[in-house]
């Protein structure tokens, strides 16, 4: 048993025909792979089964769920996902496709051989309870958007308020050079969203997916505007109509439990959709494109600030991340900011503006990351250590894609013009970024639109 890790190592390598990219120590004490690399450590047997069942991503993550695999003492987390995230895009692991004559052949039986010594073969088990159980119905049916939507974001606001801070605000922030903290760059988010829309006092603001309030509140109070604000998670909007009442704005601002295909009251003068697009799909986004263009008035904005990835590897098609369709986000669907901006000129919109955002994503993400550690045994009392670790490694995987252009965030500004093409914009960007000088005083200074210079910049704390 003391050569159980480099047996386990040895045989893995020769199937794959690369060296693996992590030191591996397994429940004997033995270790094995490459001298440096971060180390995580197999803590039994059943996490070598969910290995064996599931190769890949969703084995990996089952494993680290359930904590049968663990980061070493001493190993970052941030290391580790780096080190397999470059290993996966390898050209000859990415391509790599087993067949029979592999598995069977001798390579594949060295594997077996050293399953067989450590004890590891045996029935699939089973996953976390963490891991969403499938969603019915049709694929974004307003019940089984409901049912999704509740998996990811009805896990309790305590939770959510100690990752995202007093912000709450669950899309990234905006670092601007004046921002010292996550508050003052979600602050400054919110803000530029506003002067990107034209808010004006007496203005009517539709927020599609709306959270817990932030922006609808943002808008009310610094820019004099009514504003609903729409999701159909039951927890956000419980908070959110809370915090609508504390902010003294009831008069102001209405929060509905509602699918954004269910809005009967346009028009409304301006649309903001932030963090919600992802959750549409690709065959229901017309749908979504076409029922904003419909509440908007003519010269109205709307504001769609959404993750795009990248576009595929020709002739590969489509395949969502199964960990986080899987424990994140069910039906969650990424489509690049080109299908994006092509969905909603089909629609009637003309495209203004699109701003990238994607370094500030994962700014973002690792503050988010920093909240949890910071308060880990807070986090695992209120919602349990295995839902802890899937926003943990959720987090920074997201972080590492942002940073590392496997995913990107954009600001996509597009406005419904008026008759003979009227887009009511002012000439330059540099005008329409402008706060209004109508607009009630604001307490914090208005974002520099040049934007960061990141640099080297390391966390806020």
């Known amino acids: 048993m003391a050569q159980l890790a480099r047996q386990l190592v040895e045989a893995l390598e020769g199937l794959l025909g690369a060296p693996v990219p992590l030191r591996v120590q397994v429940w004997d004490g033995s270790t094995a792979g490459p001298p440096g690399a971060p180390t995580v450590v197999l803590r039994n047997r059943r996490a070598l089964r969910r290995l064996l069942w599931q190769p890949g991503e969703l084995g990996l993550a089952r494993a680290y769920v359930s904590g049968d695999l663990e980061v070493a003492p001493g190993t970052d987390l941030y290391e580790v996902l780096t080190a397999v995230a470059h290993f996966s895009e390898r050209p000859e692991i990415r391509l790599l496709r087993l067949g029979p004559a592999d598995v069977l052949g001798p390579k594949g039986r060295a594997v077996l051989r050293a399953l067989l010594r450590a004890g590891a073969l045996g029935p699939q088990p089973t996953p976390p309870p963490e891991e969403a159980r499938a969603v019915q119905g049709r694929l974004h049916s307003r019940s089984r958007d409901r049912a999704a939507i509740s998996h990811h974001y009805d896990v309790g606001n305590d939770f959510y308020g100690l990752v995202l801070g007093p912000s709450m605000v669950y899309s990234c922030a905006y670092w601007a050079p004046a921002a010292k903290s996550l508050e003052a760059a979600q602050e400054a988010k919110l803000d530029l969203i506003c002067r990107k829309l034209g808010l004006r006092p007496g203005m009517r603001l539709l927020d599609v997916g709306c959270g817990w309030g932030s922006l609808v509140l943002h808008a009310a109070a ?240």
Request: proline content about 8%.
């Open 222 to 461: 610094h820019y004099g505007v009514t504003a609903v604000g729409v999701s159909i998670s039951e927890e956000q909007v419980a908070l959110a109509r809370r915090r609508v009442e504390e902010a003294g704005l009831a008069d102001r601002v209405e929060i509905r439990l509602q699918d954004y295909r269910e809005v009967p009251d346009g028009p409304f003068d301006a649309i903001s959709s932030v963090g919600m697009a992802e959750h549409v799909g690709t065959e229901q986004y017309r749908v979504y494109a076409a029922g904003l263009y419909r509440l908007l008035v003519p010269g109205g904005r709307l504001l769609n600030h959404q993750i795009a990835r990248r576009p595929n590897h020709p002739g590969e098609p489509y395949r969502p991340s199964p960990f986080i369709d899987r424990y994140v986000f069910p039906d969650g669907e990424l489509s690049p900011v080109g299908s994006t901006v092509a969905r909603l000129e089909e629609a009637g919109f003309e495209v203004r503006d699109v701003e990238s955002l994607r370094e500030h994503y994962g700014l973002t993400l690792r503050e988010w990351v920093a909240n949890l550690e910071v308060r880990w045994t807070e986090a695992v009392r209120l919602v349990g250590r295995g839902r802890a670790r899937v926003w943990r490694l959720y987090m920074a995987a997201s972080a590492l894609a942002f940073e590392e252009n496997r995913i990107g965030v954009n600001q996509i500004l597009a406005v419904r013009t008026g008759p003979e093409g009227a887009a009511r914009l002012p000439a330059t960007r540099e005008e329409w970024l402008l706060r209004p000088a109508t607009a009630p005083h604001q307490q914090t200074p208005a974002a520099s639109p040049a934007g960061p210079d990141f640099g080297d910049r390391p966390s806020v704390r």
